[in-house]
Every structure is written in C-alpha cells, then in structure tokens.
C-alpha cells in the first residue's frame, strides 16, 4: 500500500511539474530574449509581466550580464507599478551588490522617484492632494536622496532634474510649515504662529513662502506687542523682492528608465 501511494504521489508530481512547464511559454527563452520580453512589457506599460520576465531571467541565468541590468530594472518595473516597497527593497539590493556600479547616480534618483510617490493614497487618484499634505517624514527623504545625487555625482545627467525636484520638495515643506502656522493664527497663538514661521526661514529658505512666513511672523509680534521685532519684519518685507524666487512644478520621471548597465 505505501508502496502504490508514493506511486501516486510521484505521477502526480511529474504530471504537475509537466503541465507548469506546457504553461511556461518563455521556458526555453534565452537570457537575451527574456529581456527583450521585458522591454516589450515595460513599453507596453505592462509592468506586473515585465517583473515576471525580469525575475525569471535573474533565476535562470544569474551570472548572465543581462541578470545584473535586470535586478536594476525590476526596481524600476516595480515603481511603475506602485509596488513602492518593492522597488524599495530592489533598488537597496542593486545598491548592495553593485555599489561600485557606474549608475549609482540613477540608484539615488529612484530612490528619490520612489520616495516622493511613497505618500501618496490609493485614494489620492480621485482626491488629489498636495505633496505638502504627506508625510512630512517622505519629502525629506526624497529629498535627501535627490540632495545625496547632486552632492555626489554633479555631473550626471539626473543632476538637473533632482535639483529642480529638490526645489519643488522644499516648497512643500516650507507649505507644510505654513498650513501649521495658520492654524495657530486662526486661534490667535500668536507665539506658536511665529515659531512656525519662523522654520520656515530657517529650514526652508528662498522658498515661495518666505513672503507669507515674514507677514505671520510680523503680524503676530504686532500681536504680542513685540514692536521691534516687528518693525525688523516689516524692514525685511519692504527691502526685498519676492517675484524672483523660482516655483518649479513636479514634472513626470521623464529620466526615470533604468539606463542600460555596464
């Protein structure tokens, strides 16, 4: 009787294993062919069948060239898809293997893509919010990551695109800062008003809140009756010009496909 049942047991498993294989159409694919699929999957903006292919081309042929450019690409395949943990762990694991890669400057600029979307709701596709209404803890590491790329590699072609990025992320912080502060001027906390105003020309310079920091804070010392320090304010607001301050928008990834590895 065991006999007969590890009988069973084995023809069902071949029979299984040999239909997953019939299901498998990419089963005898080369390394080369199976990215070529997954290009064709990103084009195509199919990205659950572009990770697919990706990962089977990593397990199959890891010590293929094409398996390096592919754990490089499933992070951003993974993005697309708003799998954003995903891509997280991904691009961290490129990093790991390959820190030496000549692209790390497009590891720090994903990092910064994937951060930056990372706040957002699923709900947020039919009540769009602003990016100063997320985690503030988010924006500062998108930024910090974009801040790391231009720090680092000055040269690179994600250079201009982070730093007007890095531009857009402060204005959302400084607005996160100012929504606080006008929170606390409709109560009339004149004190906490100020201190928020404050950060933000501290924290956030050059942003184009400035001007709104330096009226809260101005009218909340006329408030405390703190006139020096508002007359300083008001000085302040009447010897500069404000227009010039630049108020870039978020532009789409438009650098944001993994670029081929070496």
Known sequence: MRQLFLLLLSTTLLACAGHKGKNDETAGYSAKELYEEAQASLEAA???????????????????????QAQLEIAYAYYKYDELDQA???????????????????????????????????????????????????????????????????????AGDAYQRMIYLRNQMAEKEILIAEFYVER??????????????????NTIWTKRALEIMLLSYEKLELNDLAADIQRVIDYNDFSDISTPTDESDKYGKAPPSS
């Open 46 to 68: 199919e990205f659950q069948s572009a990770v697919k292919s990706l990962e089977s081309l990593e397990a199959r042929y890891p010590f293929d060239p094409y398996a390096k």
């Open 88 to 158: 997280t762990s991904a691009v961290e694991r490129f990093a790991r293997l390959h820190p030496r890669d000549p692209h790390m400057d497009y590891v720090y600029y994903l990092k910064g893509l994937i951060n930056f979307n990372r706040g957002q709701g699923l709900l947020d596709d039919w009540f769009p919010r602003q990016p100063s209404q997320h985690d503030p803890a988010v924006l500062e590491r998108a930024f910090n990551n974009f801040a790391t790329l231009v720090r680092r590699y000055p040269d690179s072609i994600y």
């Open 188 to 205: 009339k906390s004149w004190l906490s008003a100020a201190k928020r105003a404050k950060t933000v020309l501290t924290r956030y310079p």
